[in-house]
């Protein structure tokens, strides 16, 4: 058997611009939360992230400690994983415009995802150009070596990746070049009634989405209205079968169970309706009682802040010497 000596950082985001549903369950905190023991794993609330597109403050500071306090009631153990805002940790901001003066316009202006936020029309926050950047910034800043990304991440994964490069090569070794990774038993959760999308925070309706705190009737209701097919069979063809491709997925990722009837949408329906149920029920009361004590969840994220603090100021003396600025 062999023994790791060192264990890996890892760095985990979260965005507060909405609830936390299902999807964030399944494909990223309940792998953070099985790496626990193995990684040296940080949960980050990307704030700063959630203002690159028009914002409402109380909204955003009620999502901020809402997400935390799932996290605490999901298992993230914070004296382990620490939770931290990235806001409350000054050194972000610093380390975003010295990365600035290290990356090139053309590298920001070409991201998929502000080429289609900003096709969308209206006003464009310059910050949602250079949030790649500060994704940078937040990754560098922690000795990342592993950053778990979705499909729609790894663009700009790979462009912390390419400036921790060029930074090292040309002021000298300063950053761990961070790898992208795919959580293990992470699994991939589309929208309910949209099964082609991921289901995501933002969509508009929100019909196919389910919210790690909204109540079984709820959740009952959005599985019974899942998009299927005529096919009238239960298996996995997501080309075919997208809707019913990931009521299965959704089954198996909630409780490693298979259908109970491979010929019911409806019994398939009701399996998954049960599954979520059982997974989300002790979520949800745990989260009553730790949010009855907001100084408590404050006073977790204070811990976290001040544990990765230390870090993040060696990274930024680190790299202001290297460029050249006054200590
Ligand atoms: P976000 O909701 O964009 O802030 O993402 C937070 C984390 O949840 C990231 O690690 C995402 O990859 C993950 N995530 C978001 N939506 C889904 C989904 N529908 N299925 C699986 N993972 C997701």
């Known amino acids: 058997m062999t023994t790791t000596l060192t264990r890996t950082r890892r760095l985990t985001g979260f965005q507060p611009t909405g609830h936390l549903h299902l999807g964030n369950l399944l494909g990223a905190l309940r792998p953070l939360i099985a790496a626990q023991e193995t990684t040296d794993s940080i949960a980050m609330i990307v704030d700063l992230h959630a203002m690159t597109v028009e914002h409402d403050p109380a909204a955003l500071r009620a999502y901020v400690l809402e997400q935390a306090t799932i996290m605490l009631a999901a298992g993230v153990d914070p004296a382990r994983t620490p939770i931290v805002v990235q806001s409350q940790i000054r050194e972000h901001t610093e380390l975003h415009y010295l990365l600035e003066c290290v990356a090139v316009h053309g590298e920001a202006a070409r991201m998929i995802q502000f080429k ?5 029309g209206g006003t464009v ?3 949602l150009l250079t949030y790649p950047v500060l994704m940078a910034a937040d990754i560098l800043l922690y000795d990342t070596a592993e950053v778990p990304v ?5 663009q700009h994964l790979e462009l912390a990746r390419t400036l921790a490069t060029r930074f090292n090569a040309r ?3 300063t950053f761990t070049v961070p790898e992208g990774v795919r959580p293990e038993a992470g699994a991939r959760i589309m929208d309910l009634a949209d099964p082609q999308h991921k289901m995501g925070k933002s969509t508009v309706s929100g019909a196919g989405r389910i919210g790690l705190l909204d109540p079984p009737e709820v959740i009952r209701k959005a599985v019974a209205r899942a998009a299927t097919d005529t096919v009238g069979v239960v298996r996995r063809d997501a080309e075919h079968q ?3 491709t990931n009521l299965i997925d959704i089954l198996a990722a909630c409780g490693g169970r298979e259908p109970s009837d491979p010929t019911s949408y409806a019994a398939l329906k009701r399996d998954v309706t049960d599954a979520i149920e059982s997974l989300l029920a002790p979520i949800r009361a745990r ?3 730790l949010a009855a004590d907001p100084a408590h969840v404050r006073e977790i994220l204070a811990r976290g802040a001040a544990t ?3 870090t993040a100021a060696s990274t930024v003396r680190r790299t202001r010497a290297a460029l050249g600025l006054l200590g």
């Not at 289609?116 to 969308?120: N, P, V």
């Not at 979705?150 to 790894?154: L, M, R, S, Y």
């Open 308 to 310: 990765v603090r230390p």
């Open 150 to 154: 979705g499909e729609d991440q790894t």
């Open 287 to 289: 989260y009553a009682e």
């Open 125 to 127: 926050r310059l910050s």
């Open 171 to 173: 002021y000298g070794r």
């Open 116 to 120: 289609e936020k900003s096709a969308a």
């Open 242 to 244: 997208p809707g019913v």
